[in-house]
């Protein structure tokens, strides 16, 4: 049984790390953080856990760091670089804020809004989304999980990018639930205001666009990148439009994505369109096209707290225990 | 045009009032109020009003008493109580809180926490149930409009207890939407917490309760009365269950209803079941029922903001001001 | 007093012109047809009304064209074409359906999937986009009213296709509430599938591209149109995506959107990003946009039942009984 | 490895045995039916099952009987009193519909409006409340899977009519979410009519009634039922409202709780107030009480296609096969 920490167990990313390593038969988790709540049981925060865990949250400044074996860092942008460099070489450190995702400090700076404090140290990260980084995550010790928003636009686009197929930009109208905003109430998650609500926010600025452009950077296919508050709770719903060299069958878009992703248990081919009910409370991102000419729409669908966080975050860390990766993963989505 | 003034025109009770009264043609709105939002046009602040208002929101100290006809007080628990006293006695005042509803200050201080500051005040008060207590309504300078949950039980029981048909304790149970926690956000209307939820509060406590009493206080009949969150923005369901002295044809419990309420504008019987849907955006209350032998269950329903607050509100100025009563207020409900 | 009839009155159309034309001044509803509940009274169907109207729904073939000055069609696309060319040509017809909005009878037949039967009857209707067409519609005896996509992308586009701006092609990503598919249960409006989705349909293909496309033809502007089925009830929100030629300050942008709708009362440029929830209700649209460099986003928002609905109806009509445009339309939208 | 079928199984019923029945180590799914979609693979009608089960939907009419191990019938009231007579006797057999739950004929028709034509055959069928019925239904070969109202409410009174504390009637208002009423569309899950809303139905008539009454019998304790189509997806929140012979401390109540349910896996006593948030997705029932004087109110919540359908059914399944009871129905409930 390997032992596990989580600091930040008490926000959304942290409850579903929780949740998830709960059924994982690997993994015994040692050590919980939580400012807010420390002293107190995970079932007392968040009562769908209550009975499920004999450990109580700890302050973030106990951290057993030498009697770990890895520690998921679920922390708001920011803090994951106070407490990284301390970390011991040989503890698997997997974190699931920005901090180490954009190696250009500049970069970061102004998407984040605050300077990276250790750009050495963020050179040790990996960027750990799974289908793409498998190898170089398999033999690191530290792991930039992914963004929400960024897993959904990469999985959609890689493929494309790769071959060269697009012509000029590509548009990203992507579209994210509440629980992307986190656990603590603001006015964007106010009831009242946002059920049955549609807005945009960010536009040019969201800090997930820095981490898509380095995997996805080609001068002639400028990414614009659009995100949306939508009234659903979980799920991420990116929708990209473009132009394409050529016309292709439907046919030959779906063999492209085969190529690519055909092997990955996690990555589903849709061959009519991708819906947010079909992978909730799952690690599927669901991919469909439709074309007409050279014109070309790719929708990607996945639960922004598992591939967009936490579900990544086990997959990564079962990538890096040598442990089958779908381990803990491997239930179907939920519907209704 | 009688000239209006809102002190707390920023919460959702302002706003709603803002709303009604933009249509009102008999009144001119002279001066809002809002602390957090002093200086900001409605618009600014709620988009929905945007281009509607040429008046900014003001500090409540400016109140200018002498300049305005008629004050609505539409602020947290413990302002009004504050204010009220200074008012010239001419103006109309009309405080959409609990501060004035309840006449035992030992009553107000055991269920809303603070103490009455002004209980000599509080006797000026006449309690707003426009359809019960409309002739006093008529000549009163001061009145405290109700709540929303004590608005739905009232107007549903009010025959019964009148008439002495209820034997024994009546149980209410009574839901409401998330915009009657007001504008500010909270764990509570926090959306990924509050969507797909249901969720009881302040059993046997609820500080709507002794306002309900001061009408309904029977000791043979003891009412227990529970709140509940349900996942709506807008709208009180409260289902009241009791045993009668003996069985009633569901003709007969109709004839009741009619006798008290037949000629009442805002009050519908419902022949099959109340819907929240039914009465959304309007200042309708709308009551239905459903009975076997001696059991009788009573369902009222209405939109929180409007006849559970703002709405009544201006219907009980309508009526110090001697406008028909309906002024503003004559609209259908919405649906969907 | 002008007469009024409205056929196929129990939709979500037609409830929402009764809605709207109960508080029209000038305005007598004197007919209303519903083929599924012929001798109920709406306030039967759709609760709300209760005690609103005192008029039953008859049949569509009782249609008493003679006693009407107004008769709004608000049937099932396909049914409007075999009523209209039997209609007295001094009858004022505005019909809420697609059957005469396009043009062409092949393009037509090519998005609805059926032929449209009555060609020379379609030359006579005007495209009712009030802001755009304001001048033929006021002489007009036939108005085919706009689709609710259309209308938001229309008045989205509409200043930057007549200047020239844009370079290449425009993406709209056109999201939808539920109440857009009607009154009729169907599995993509079923409330466990409807509820917390999110999904694409129709790519290439909605019927309402056609008519966008008469109003913005520009072959060197392509537009991609894709529509989504959101959870909310009411509310369209659309986003455009497109490259200028040139790079232009916010400043100039909102300049250009004032010099044409400046003097429109419902259309409002919002100065940060509209929002589908301060719309709601009422007949506004609300535009505003981001832009970066040379690329362009604008949004706009409406109200699918009113502006791009029954709202816009009752403003033709208004125009073309020369009543003031906002009767019956002027109220601010509704929040929460 | 187990065989199983599933008759049924393209209702959420079925869905839902499905996607738990997938994670269970100990069975093997070989058969399932839908008339519906015969033919069709699961992830072809769900899609969140795509890639999950190698096996289409066959006619019910070709069930292999001889071949199974265990059959759960989920289709609607009235087929499985069809199918079951000629079932093999030693065949596990779980039917999820009302066909089997009531012992009298004659009731059973009063509250399901059809015969019930094989009264022979209901006498060999056991009520499978596990808790209440674990010794029996470890030796049955026939088990009636309880209603999702009855369960919340069986559980919630039993310890109280069991120990006969209740003095007078019981009160039960109880709240469902949409997916109650199975995946066919119908009015009143048409989400622009369900969003938002709350209505009671079935008032004294609903057909959960008389299975709840089989086991809590007391003619000195009447029990008036009432249900709500509440705006959620998931989740039945029963209250209970009562009077007691005499005042109990809330510890007596914990304890008399704790006392029939304290070794009990699925059933949580919560110190505050349960919320259908904290129960969904899982198996368990979360109980929880609040008290005045002799006044009670009970509260049980669970997720109506969980403990209250397909996870009681495999709980009971595992139970007649000697599995350990929570065999693929251990997880967390999630949140949000």
Redesign the interface.
Known sequence: MVKVGIAGGSG?GG?EL??IL??HPQVQITWISSQQHAGKNPGDV???????LNLNFSSVETLPASELEVLFLALPHGHAMKIAPALPGELLVIDLSGDFRVSDPAVFQQYYGIPLTCPEEQKGFVYGLTEINRARIRSARRVANPGCFATATILALYPLYQEGWID??V?V?S?T???GAG?????G?????????????K??AHQHLPEILQLLDRPEN?L?F?T?S??????I?A?H?M?LHKAHLPQEICSLYQAYYGSEFFI?W?PD??????????NFV?IGA?S?DD?L?V?S?LDN?QKGAAGQAVQNMNVMCGFPEQTAL???????
């Open positions: 959304y409850l929780l949740n709960l059924r968040y009562p769908n856990l209550r009975g499920f000029g930009p548009y109208d579209k639930g509440s629980s656990n603590a109430p603001a006015a998650t106010h009831h009242p205001r946002r059920s049955n609500s549609l807005f945009p926010y536009p040019f400028p614009v659009q949306y939508a009234p659903l709770v979980r799920g719903f929708s439009y132009r589903r849709v369109y991708p819906d947010v009910n079909f992978v909730r409370h799952s669901d439709a007409k014109h729409i929708w669908t707290l491997d239930t179907a989505p939920t519907h209704p």
